[in-house]
């Protein structure tokens, strides 16, 4: 499946118990020599009373995370399609949030993605002392200003002049490993086109510079509304396509909405 591009495999672990390892979800996720994606999304029984399933998430190089927007938008579909839900709203808890996915009649998801949250520590950003705010020393780059935010996983955003020249392959992984960020980060690269449309593109922790991100998207359009750049509503513009990103202020949570879309199901030999 995949939501704007950024493209997952799905497995449900109720229908087809399965347990694998770092190494195999790495194999897995190889685009020549296995399925390939950007994310594994796995579906299992809910662990906590007030959520019908839960949701692990595997980065393509084997690492677990908290939260993926654009999965969150393909689980939705695929429980409702196999049947596995009766009736939006589901409730899916992650390891760390309790998200509920709205899907409406021509396959667009709403997503209440929760609160972001400011706090350097939710990333965690171990801040250099000697920078005031939010800045950071980086060798080929000098000072680079940035605002930090975590939508149950860390974000980065760096506003620019334009996102299609912006330098995310280069100074991407060299923040994305900063030792500022011990479980590293997500870096967005977000040009505001107006006080109501973004354009965005996001270095994945994991997983590279993917066609959309939409924990990302969430994470930029709560920076922009909170330096008071941005109206409540934002189309956020990323490389795979349009989402529609919502959030009144301190307090309430971000709604994400979007595309979700299946291309093909098969089996494979682990
Ligand atoms: N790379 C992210 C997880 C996937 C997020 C992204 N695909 C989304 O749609 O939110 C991380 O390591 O936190």
Redesign the pocket.
Known sequence: MH?LG?DFMVIDQISHPVELSAEQIRSLGDRHRGVGF??LLIIAPPTRPDADFSYR?F?ADG?E???????ARCFARYVLMRGLAARSPIRVQTRNRLLELHTDDNARVSVDMGEPDFAPASLPFVADTRQPGYQLNVESYGTVDFQAVSMG??HIVLTVADANTAPVGSLGPELYSHAAFPQGV?VGFMQIVDRDTIRLRVF????GE?E?????ACAAVACGIQAGLLNTRVRAVLTGGDLTIEWAGAGQPVIMTGPATTVFEGSVLI
């Not at 995370?65 to 999965?71: A, F, S």
């Not at 994945?204 to 997983?207: D, I, L, T, V, Y």
């Not at 959309?212 to 990302?216: D, F, H």
């Open positions: 939501g950024n950007d994310q998430i980065n690492s995370v908290e939260h993926c927007g654009n999965g996983n860390p997500n994945e922790r994991g997983a993917t959309a991100c939409g924990t990302g």
